[in-house]
């Protein structure tokens, strides 16, 4: 044992100094925790050792290990935790402890819709508040369409792109919109390649006899498809997609890879992300 090492309990409080494992079990950390806070310049050893490299720390950092332990396990960076220690101005502390509880807040409310919409599955006998998830007709219609191309990482910018444009067209031709805009992908669920992104909205076009449509006009054939209505933020899509494919996969349904999102409700009309509705769909062969 190094000779830093304390034996004797007649030793001040304050020269007291506790090797890294005593001060481990002391603070409930592990050397790990205590090294990468040494390292981010959370807690540094009082003492290291010049030959052993055997670090110590004092008693009196057992308040600052305190401190980290319990803001790291409210989940805040390390960053703000730096900022924390830092700042012996009380006002600055407290809002910056304020923010993160609305960061807390704003994250178990996200946390506790996406924990309802687990526990409310679709083959859930109590009904009620269950996903309805149905196989839907959609009948031919003119639609006017922009195309391009995307990966998993990229599909929300492309789509915004798309988005932008498809707008500006439907504007210079003064074509009646007749519902609201579907982004459409062609990956047959491989989403590790780049794939095909159609944006597209129906339009009104009256047959003129010459059956002729506009640039970037075409006419979508009827289709069969599975959908559902997604209610909030985009960023919890994925919950209700899951449940789609598990009821499409449970009744054996021949899906051709395609699947669409339809903007129902979107910052257009509204500032609450929790007020979103996003009808989402799997193509039906």
């Avoid at 402890?97 to 109590?126: I, K, Q, S, W």
Wanted: aromatic share 6%; with cysteine; net charge negative.
């Amino acid at each position: 044992m190094p000779t830093e090492a304390v034996r004797q309990s007649t030793i001040p409080a304050g020269d007291r100094r506790l090797p890294i494992g005593v001060f481990a079990s002391l603070t409930h950390l592990t050397h790990k925790a205590l090294k990468t806070y040494e390292r981010y310049g959370l807690l540094r050893p009082a003492h290291v050792d010049a030959e052993t490299r055997y670090r110590f720390y004092a008693l009196h950092q057992v308040r600052t290990a305190e401190i980290i332990r319990v803001l790291r396990t409210a989940g805040m960076p390390l960053r703000d935790i730096a900022g924390v220690l830092a700042d012996e101005d009380t006002t600055s502390l407290a809002a910056l402890l304020g923010r993160h509880r609305e960061h807390l807040a704003a994250e178990l409310t996200a946390t506790d819709r996406l924990l309802h919409h687990l526990e409310y599955v679709p083959t859930d006998p109590r009904g009620g508040l269950a996903l309805e998830i149905a196989v839907h007709d959609v009948p031919a219609h003119c639609a006017l369409i922009c195309a391009g191309r995307c990966t998993f990482e990229t599909h929300e910018t492309t789509v915004d792109r798309l988005l932008d444009r498809l707008g500006a067209l439907t504007h210079a031709k003064a074509l009646k919109v007749l519902e609201r805009e579907t982004a459409t992908y062609f990956s047959d669920f491989d989403l590790t390649h780049d794939y095909r992104v159609e944006v597209s909205v129906p339009v009104d076009i009256r047959d003129d006899g010459r059956r002729t449509l506009p640039p970037s006009c075409c006419l979508v054939p009827a289709a069969k498809v599975a959908g559902a209505i997604h209610r909030g933020p985009y960023h919890e899509m994925s919950a209700t997609f899951a449940s789609l494919v598990a009821w499409v996969t449970d009744r054996n349904l021949p899906v051709t890879g395609e699947f669409s999102e339809t903007y129902l409700i979107d910052e257009r009309d509204t500032d609450d992300p929790d007020a979103y509705r996003t009808a989402i769909g799997l193509m039906i062969a």
